[in-house]
């Protein structure tokens, strides 16, 4: 079955950086995109940004833009977020999701990955 | 950006009851409006594509309606399994963004 599989709960000093993976099985990875959300403890759901997994095209949440990196790697079926310069207020659940996308836009995310807790504490 | 807002923010509910959520978007978007049903320490899962289009696996007292920019999901008949937060979310255009949530408790 199609799964998203993320790496575990990291906790960071304010100012250092984070990278969480995802990992796909279950469908052709490069056929399909990954995006990324993320819950502050007893919030609602941000979206961060999303990559193609086909060729790498990225699209970031302005907010994020300049501290945020999206990759992927296709030879094992898995994409990165890496969030630098981290400060409290990101601290969060972290979230891949697939989109699902046509030629000229994407839409609903489905399935999502088990989500990554990141704290950032001094 | 497109804002969502979603009414109620809690909601306190009886089993067998109805329950009706609201989402409504600062523009126009069509039916590029999706549900997601987010249980406690769980991750969300898609609960109705496009504003209607129902999602194999989910039962079929969940359904949703709208479009432009006021959106409806319905639970009818709610169970004790549905206690969760619901959240909508639109994919018209970049970037993507939900709806502040609807968190539904069971009596």
């Known amino acids: 079955q199609v799964q998203l599989v993320q790496s575990g709960a990291e906790v960071k000093k304010p100012g250092a950086s984070v990278k969480v993976s995802c990992k796909a099985s279950g469908y052709t990875f490069t056929s399909y995109g990954i995006s990324w959300v993320r819950q502050a403890p007893g919030q609602g759901l941000e979206w961060m940004g999303w990559?193609?997994?086909?060729?790498?095209?990225?699209n970031y949440a302005q907010k994020l833009q300049g501290r945020v990196t999206m990759t992927t790697d296709t030879s094992t079926s898995t994409a990165y977020m890496e969030l630098r310069s981290l400060r409290s207020d990101d601290t969060a659940v972290y979230y891949c999701a697939r989109p699902h996308c046509s030629s000229t836009s994407c839409s609903f995310f489905d399935p999502w990955g088990q989500g990554t807790l990141v704290t950032v504490s001094s | 950006e497109i804002v969502l807002t979603q009414s109620p923010d809690f909601q306190s509910v009886t089993p067998k009851e109805k329950v009706t959520i609201t989402c409504r978007a600062s523009?126009?978007?069509?039916?590029?409006l999706h549900w997601y049903q987010q249980k406690p320490d769980q991750s969300p899962k898609l609960l109705i594509k496009y504003a209607s289009q129902s999602i194999s696996g989910v039962p079929s007292r969940f359904s949703g309606s709208g479009s432009g920019t006021d959106f409806t999901l319905t639970i009818n008949s709610l169970e004790a399994e549905d206690a969760a937060a619901y959240y909508c979310?639109?994919?018209?255009?970049?970037?993507?963004?939900f709806g502040g949530g609807t968190k539904v408790e069971i009596k």
């Open positions: 979310h639109q994919s018209s255009s970049l970037p993507f963004t």
């Open positions: 990559i193609s997994a086909y060729n790498g095209n990225t």
């Open positions: 523009q126009s978007i069509g039916s590029s």
